[in-house]
């Protein structure tokens, strides 16, 4: 019998199972108002009522016919019941909340695992394409910003990669069908002018970019009589290439370049040298240039000091190749106008008397050649020869070619404003110079000399002689 909180209701209380309806003393039913048993219209009849306790009945020993109501097994233990619910519903909680707690975790885990991947994917995508913009420009050298088609598009307007290329004097070029104001982004240009590799992620116009910049060095092509840029550092030219009589000239700005004096592994030897034997990790984003240095520290009439270490010892009245631990280079002879007074030296190399001083040639390049200026295999006098001047304004000047005389590369310098200068190594096996291409994976050596026997590994691996190295301030 069920109480009227319905059948199989939650709001009723039950007759305990077995148990008997209500009977009379003589085992009949007990009757209701109209001898109808059971009708729960009756007074007599039990009705469930909602929270009240399950009841048995029962004719008992006592008064005859009387009825006996007693508690059931639930009421006794309703506390240890109350409990046990509650100890389960926490339960519940408890295990409910850890696996949500463990979710959160490996969700989160594994977001940012796939967040990193794509991104990865994103990056190496874009370097990809950046070193095929890169080849594409280099194959477009010589032709004015404006005329030449550097601008790339791939997949179309909407979609894909596409590439600016922004000249030292602002000139943007890009895709004909791309047109997006607000691109280049000037936060990213002003990045890559200061010599960094930027990535960042933007929404412009709605469309959400993830743009790459990076410093481009074009490669020199065909260089003229006329100076032409070949390096810029912070949207400046820095670096210029010139080719005068069968004379390579390089030309640097020293307000945003600067010279490195790198020990050979061999010449001068030994470890802990502030630049080593190779273009290194520090120099790797930052170098323009590089090239050849003087003779063969066994030679006589030779100097070289570097980082307050000396390999030979420096000799009054050599021209020196003096750098300043301010980043300054000046070109002298030794205590004879260099050092300069009051200005930390950071390295000299000494390599015989000046070529130039004062804006005149030595008076011994046109007959004192062999025994004034180095031998020379063969026993010519025209050969691969090789010098580093300063012009009046500061600037340095390299100066090389495969069948020069004393007398032709000094010529070479004073057409280029040289007003003191040092002849470097000769012949063919050790004159090499090289500017340095950027790309995602590394620089590229460029050579510079036409004809150039060249240095194996171009500085970027370990070579036995010291050498210059041109870094971006």
């Not at 009379?24 to 009756?42: Q, Y």
């Not at 008992?60 to 109350?82: F, K, Q, S, Y």
């Not at 280049?184 to 910049?213: E, K, M």
């Not at 170098?287 to 063969?296: D, H, I, Q, S």
Request: aromatic letters at 6%; proline letters at 8%; one cysteine or more.
């Amino acid at each position: 019998m069920t109480g009227a909180g319905g059948t199989g209701g939650t709001g009723g209380s039950e007759w305990a199972r077995g148990a008997s309806p209500p009977v009379s003393s003589g085992g009949s039913p007990l009757p209701n108002a109209t001898g109808a048993p059971g009708d729960p219209s009756h007074p007599s009849a039990f009705v469930g009522l909602a929270g009240a306790p399950p009841l048995t009945a029962s004719t008992g020993p006592g008064e005859p016919g009387a009825m006996t109501v007693t508690p059931t097994a639930r009421e006794t233990t309703a506390p240890d019941a109350a409990l046990l619910r509650r100890v389960r519903w926490r339960l519940v909680a408890w295990s409910a909340g850890t696996t949500l707690i463990v979710l959160v975790v490996i969700g989160s885990i594994l977001y940012f695992a796939v967040a990193g991947l794509l991104a990865s994917s994103s990056r190496q995508q874009l370097d990809s394409r950046m070193a095929q913009v890169q080849h594409f420009v280099e194959d477009v050298r010589g032709l004015p910003p404006s005329r030449a088609p550097i601008g790339v598009s791939v997949g179309g307007p909407a979609s894909g990669t596409f590439a600016f290329i922004i000249s030292a004097d602002d000139e943007s070029v890009g895709p004909p069908d791309v047109a997006l104001a607000g691109l280049p982004d000037p936060g990213s240009l002003a990045a890559a002018r200061a010599g960094a590799t930027d990535v960042r992620d933007l929404t412009v116009q709605g469309i959400p970019l993830r743009v790459l910049s990076e410093p481009v060095v074009k490669e020199p092509g065909r260089p003229g009589s006329t100076w032409s840029p070949v390096a810029s550092v912070g949207g400046q030219p820095a670096a210029w290439i010139a080719q005068r009589s069968g004379v390579t000239l390089l030309r640097f700005d020293q307000r945003l370049v600067h010279l490195a004096l790198h020990a050979g592994s061999s010449e001068p030897g030994g470890q802990g040298w502030t630049y080593g034997d190779r273009i290194g990790t520090s120099e790797i984003h930052r170098v323009v240039a590089a090239f050849n240095g003087g003779f063969k520290l066994s030679y006589g009439s030779v100097g070289f000091m570097a980082g307050g270490r000396v390999a030979v010892p420096l000799a009054a009245g050599l021209g020196s190749i003096v750098t300043y631990q301010n980043g300054t280079t000046q070109i002298g002879a030794w205590h004879a106008g260099v050092p300069a007074g009051g200005l930390k030296v950071a390295s000299v190399l000494q390599n015989l008397r000046l070529l130039v001083d004062h804006g005149v040639a030595a008076p011994t390049v046109e007959n004192c050649i062999r025994a004034c200026w180095g031998a020379t295999l063969g026993g010519g006098s025209e050969v691969a020869r090789s010098a580093l001047g300063i012009r009046g304004d500061g600037q340095l000047v390299w100066a090389a070619g495969e069948h020069l005389s004393p007398a032709m590369i000094a010529r070479a310098l004073l057409g280029a404003g040289v007003v003191r200068a040092v002849q470097l190594d000769i012949n063919p096996e050790w004159i090499a110079g090289y500017i340095y291409t950027h790309h995602p994976g590394g620089p590229t050596a460029v050579p510079v000399v036409p004809g150039q026997f060249g240095i194996p590994g171009r500085f970027l691996a370990p070579h036995g002689r010291d050498f210059f190295t041109i870094l971006a301030n």
